[in-house]
């Protein structure tokens, strides 16, 4: 989750709170950032006009001293659990953070009513999803992808051979229950598929891809699923695993 996505469902939090509020460490633990970072976050969000209120001492926090009203979602209760189920059973998939994210402020706005009968219905829906590459990783990950610049990453091989690599991210891929990230390999000049799980470190550069076509990878099975149906995709916008 990037910073400015944090910023809004850290307001989204607040509202939630109302007039209980929530403390630093609270949001610091929610968003997996240090009390610190949530302190500078509920600051630009003062300065930006959101009326924020911070108390001292015992059952101190922040909290929303004026609450927004929005227009309910009309989803039903089933259709809410099902996006919920959704998010939760790919924790391991690019941009969950963003998804998680997103399923917040769809509960936000939920009537009431349909809030309610889902949380219910949640207690019969039980996920359990094998461990996710770390959310520092993830980051990197997404936002080379997002702006098209190379990233540094450090992969362990299926040998345990450690190798530092500069790769151009082509495409995420979830195959074989494996999450997978295909990229332009600098080091070995051409294209690599690599195990998110396998990848212990990676930061974004600042220097942008090359231009490698989608088709270099060859060819992608005709099970693969589009992320966005034919009939809402933008004719510019192909996105697919």
Not at 3 to 18: D, F, I, P, Q, V
Not at 118 to 138: G, I, K, N
Not at 152 to 157: A, Q
């Amino acid at each position: 989750m990037n910073r400015t996505e944090r910023l809004h469902s850290l307001t989204e939090s607040l509202r939630r709170a109302g007039i209980r509020g929530r403390t630093a460490q609270q949001l610091a633990d929610e968003f997996e950032v240090t009390v610190r970072t949530i302190k500078r976050d509920l600051a630009a969000l003062g300065a930006g006009g959101l009326p924020v209120w911070g108390r001292t001492g015992p059952g101190g926090g922040y909290g929303l001293t004026e609450m927004s009203s929005l227009p309910p979602v009309n989803l039903t209760a089933a259709q809410a659990l099902a996006l919920t189920a959704a998010v939760s059973a790919t924790a391991q998939a690019p941009f969950s953070g963003s998804a998680r994210a997103a399923i917040r402020k769809v509960l936000d706005v939920l009537d009431p009513a349909a809030r309610r009968r889902a949380t219910e219905l949640s207690s019969r829906v039980w996920v359990d999803v094998a461990p996710a590459a770390p959310r520092r990783v993830m980051s990197a990950l997404e936002q080379a992808t997002v702006d098209q610049v190379t990233v540094n990453i450090v992969y362990i091989d299926a040998k345990g051979q450690h190798t530092r690599r500069e790769v151009e991210p082509m495409i995420f891929a979830l195959t074989g229950g494996r999450w997978l990230l295909i990229g332009w390999c600098r080091l070995r000049d051409d294209v690599r598929w690599f195990d998110l799980t396998r990848i212990q470190s990676a930061t974004a550069t600042r220097h942008p891809c090359t231009g490698h076509s989608i088709d270099e990878i060859g060819p992608l099975p005709n099970s693969r699923a589009r992320l966005v149906s034919d009939r809402h995709r933008d004719a510019r916008v192909r996105q697919r695993i």
